[in-house]
């Protein structure tokens, strides 16, 4: 027992490295089982301990989901690829750390001009379905504020998302509540909410016209314009948010 305790910061983390290197290799996939505890304990020569202090951060991660018994629905089940463990990461590490508003404006510059230039340089034109389906329901008059910014979180998610790069995407969603929370803690800087959201409603718009059109460059420029003017608005220094 003492030679486990002693060993179990080592152990867990090879639990964790096998995991992952069956998904990245495609022998696990969304909705299979893990082997149980025992067998894994065996199959990687650590303790059963170790197994499922491993199991417990996979399900912290958003990776697995677990349930006890015996039965067929009994052990623990992957429910999400590694880029879902690296938003649900980020979204901890966000809410934990509150990282400076102006650093994540920064990375969304680079993130976003990228992909709206990718998007619109892509052959055949992406899917912007989703996106344009909360454009839509970001016109209706009866949404409050905050709907509406988590709207046009997800509208900048979905454009990360239809661009294939599951890493940005997982950035995003990682991102996502930093992005809302700071948004909406801009809210009170506003002058007039009405003249604010009908402009990012058109600033929407225009980067999903500018990359049906293949035009990269205006694409890139509208998504880079449409973010740092928002905190420009909310009297964050623009200069901070240069590329």
Known sequence: MAAETSDAPRAWRTVLDHVETQLLTGALHPGDRLPGERALSTEL?????????????LEVLGLIRTQAGSGPSAGAIIIATPSGGMSALMRLQVAASGFPVADIVRTRLILETSVAADLADATPQPDLTPATALLDAMDSPDLTPAEFLALDAAFHLALAEASGNQVIAATMAGLRSGIEGYARAGLDRLDDWHETSARLRREHRGIVDAIRRADVATARTRVHDHISGYYAETFIDPAQTRA
Do not use: F, K, Y
């Not at 303790?47 to 417990?56: D, P």
């Open 45 to 57: 020569g650590v303790g059963r301990s170790s197994v499922r202090e491993a199991l417990r951060v």
